[in-house]
């Protein structure tokens, strides 16, 4: 198990929920005058309460604000999440973010040789129809009104970099958060959704990294720019290897250099695209064009890493690196229930997001240390319900000390590590595992 001194992450902790919620609370204005229920009690009530039981009611919340000694009805708990409630949680989710960052990498030469690793996703909430005019949504992303939540997972030390809220309509392509993260040596991941050649050539030109899907209506074009557009589809159809590799210009107006990566498929993974790409045009009305069926065999990655730094195979694994933050919001949703909103009025709505978002932050900063142990893998699901099962000794101490916390977050870590890992897997190892094992072996002495 990680050697962890938990001493200054429980001060952090400590700080935060006592301290950092009491100023919030005055600068939000929730706190104006004298009044049972503080600042502090109403955040540990949402967040912790919440992230215990993530379907809590009024009256399960109130029961929760009695325990910490304070009795309160749960229409006088309604009567507190307004406005003001929802300014303070947001301050606070925005201050966890910064205050609760890990820096546990994880173990790999081919991992380490980047500053960081960001994978950049989105995923939609849909929210009741009132609230269209704040989060507006379309049928394609599940209701009139929804939000979206774009997530940038630093994957080497299994944190949250940056989450913005959004509303649901809002195109993935005009997400900047890469942009604001772009530093020499960083390493971003993305898929589809995110492909914007102006965004790559900003990150090329902050010396950061990036691998992506293609998008194969991109225009490519010879490194000596001697010809015209690349025809990707009649050079891939000439090959007969599984693997191709070379250097193109990739853009119309930016000509970036990139490595373009090709692998072939399956014939039965083909032979489904094939079926779905069809059945889609018909339903659209058009017919795919040759060039475009003649692609559907290929994997297709353009990257700017330098080959020195990673070869193809390792192009290709640690694009599938992205699968953490499927992870991640499928814990989100799957565990602490973030994505089941009630028909409540938009205070409600908002408090209760940011409280869980606040919670799944310090979660996330909690487990990121442990996420490889005895080379076993923590598994999110396990790990969430071992810190749901804390919560109640989490809110003791509290209202205690520092030292108090210091002993209940010893013991999560001790439960991590005996009922929260991963079965192991010898026949289909880890998408981690995968990129440890296509490092070169160290020489001999």
Same mark, same amino acid.
């Given at each position: 198990?990680?050697?962890?001194?938990?001493?200054?992450?429980?001060?952090?902790?400590? *700080?935060?929920?006592?301290?950092?919620?009491?100023?919030?609370?005055?600068?939000?204005?929730? $706190?104006?005058?004298?009044?049972?229920?503080?600042?502090?009690?109403?955040?540990?009530?949402?967040?912790?309460?919440?992230?215990?039981?993530?379907?809590?009611?009024?009256?399960?919340?109130?029961?929760?604000? #009695? !325990?910490?000694?304070?009795?309160?009805?749960?229409?006088?708990?309604?009567?507190?999440?307004?406005?003001?409630?929802?300014?303070?949680?947001?301050?606070?989710?925005?201050?966890?973010?910064?205050?609760?960052?890990?820096?546990?990498?994880?173990?790999?030469?081919?991992?380490?040789?980047?500053?960081?690793?960001?994978?950049?996703?989105?995923?939609?909430?849909?929210?009741?129809?009132?609230?269209?005019?704040?989060?507006?949504?379309?049928?394609?992303?599940?209701? $009139?009104?929804?939000?979206?939540?774009?997530?940038?997972?630093?994957?080497?030390?299994?944190?949250?970099?940056?989450?913005?809220? *959004?509303?649901?309509?809002?195109?993935?392509?005009?997400?900047?958060?890469?942009?604001?993260?772009?530093?020499?040596?960083?390493?971003?991941?993305?898929?589809?959704?995110?492909?914007?050649?102006?965004?790559?050539? =900003?990150?090329?030109?902050?010396?950061?990294?990036?691998?992506?899907?293609?998008?194969?209506?991109?225009?490519?074009?010879?490194?000596?720019?001697?010809?015209?557009?690349?025809?990707?589809?009649?050079?891939?159809?000439?090959?007969?290897?599984?693997?191709?590799?070379?250097?193109?210009?990739?853009?119309?107006?930016?000509?970036?250099?990139?490595?373009?990566?090709?692998?072939?498929?399956?014939?039965?993974?083909?032979?489904?695209?094939?079926?779905?790409?069809?059945?889609?045009?018909?339903? !659209?009305?058009?017919?795919?064009?040759?060039?475009?069926?003649?692609?559907?065999? &290929?994997?297709?990655?353009?990257?700017?890493?330098?080959?020195?730094?990673?070869?193809?195979?390792?192009?290709?694994?640690?694009?599938?690196?992205?699968?953490?933050?499927?992870?991640?919001?499928?814990?989100?949703?799957?565990?602490?229930?973030?994505?089941?909103?009630?028909? &409540?009025?938009?205070?409600?709505?908002?408090?209760?997001?940011?409280?869980?978002?606040?919670?799944?932050?310090?979660?996330?900063?909690? =487990?990121?240390?442990?996420?490889?142990?005895?080379?076993?893998?923590?598994? &999110?699901? !396990?790990?969430?319900?071992?810190?749901?099962?804390?919560?109640?000794?989490?809110?003791?101490?509290?209202?205690?000390?520092?030292?108090?916390?210091?002993?209940?977050?010893?013991?999560?870590?001790?439960?991590?590590?005996?009922?929260?890992?991963?079965?192991?897997?010898?026949?289909?190892?880890?998408?981690?595992?995968?990129?440890?094992?296509? *490092?070169? #072996?160290?020489?001999?002495?």
């Amino acid at each position: 198990m990680p050697k962890i001194n938990d001493n200054p992450h429980s001060t952090r902790l400590h *700080e935060f929920l006592n301290e950092r919620v009491r100023l919030a609370g005055k600068v939000s204005g929730f $706190v104006q005058r004298a009044s049972k229920l503080s600042a502090e009690v109403f955040v540990k009530t949402l967040v912790l309460g919440l992230a215990a039981q993530p379907q809590a009611s009024l009256s399960e919340l109130a029961e929760q604000s #009695a !325990k910490m000694g304070v009795a309160i009805s749960p229409q006088g708990l309604d009567e507190r999440i307004n406005e003001r409630a929802v300014k303070m949680l947001q301050d606070l989710f925005a201050q966890a973010i910064q205050l609760f960052q890990s820096q546990t990498k994880l173990a790999g030469a081919s991992l380490t040789q980047f500053s960081s690793i960001h994978i950049l996703d989105s995923s939609i909430i849909t929210l009741p129809a009132p609230m269209q005019t704040v989060f507006a949504g379309c049928k394609a992303v599940g209701g $009139v009104a929804a939000l979206k939540i774009q997530l940038s997972f630093e994957y080497l030390r299994g944190q949250l970099s940056a989450v913005q809220v *959004e509303a649901g309509r809002c195109p993935d392509q005009k997400c900047r958060l890469q942009l604001d993260q772009a530093a020499a040596n960083n390493l971003h991941l993305f898929d589809l959704g995110y492909f914007t050649v102006a965004v790559f050539a =900003a990150l090329d030109q902050a010396k950061a990294f990036f691998i992506s899907r293609f998008q194969t209506q991109t225009a490519l074009y010879a490194l000596d720019g001697s010809s015209g557009k690349i025809e990707l589809a009649q050079i891939l159809a000439q090959q007969t290897d599984a693997l191709y590799e070379q250097d193109y210009l990739m853009g119309l107006t930016h000509r970036l250099k990139v490595r373009l990566i090709a692998q072939r498929l399956p014939e039965s993974v083909t032979a489904e695209r094939r079926r779905k790409t069809l059945a889609k045009m018909r339903k !659209k009305g058009r017919t795919a064009s040759a060039a475009h069926l003649a692609l559907l065999p &290929w994997n297709i990655f353009v990257t700017n890493v330098p080959a020195a730094r990673l070869t193809a195979l390792q192009v290709m694994a640690f694009y599938r690196l992205r699968w953490q933050i499927e992870l991640v919001f499928k814990l989100w949703k799957s565990c602490a229930q973030l994505d089941q909103v009630g028909t &409540w009025r938009t205070e409600r709505v908002l408090c209760v997001l940011y409280a869980k978002l606040i919670g799944l932050v310090i979660f996330h900063w909690r =487990a990121a240390p442990h996420r490889v142990m005895d080379n076993q893998e923590l598994s &999110w699901p !396990k790990a969430f319900r071992r810190w749901q099962a804390a919560i109640p000794a989490v809110l003791k101490a509290l209202s205690r000390s520092v030292r108090s916390l210091q002993a209940v977050c010893r013991a999560l870590a001790t439960d991590f590590h005996h009922k929260a890992l991963k079965t192991r897997r010898r026949k289909s190892p880890s998408t981690y595992h995968l990129v440890l094992s296509l *490092e070169p #072996a160290l020489p001999l002495a």
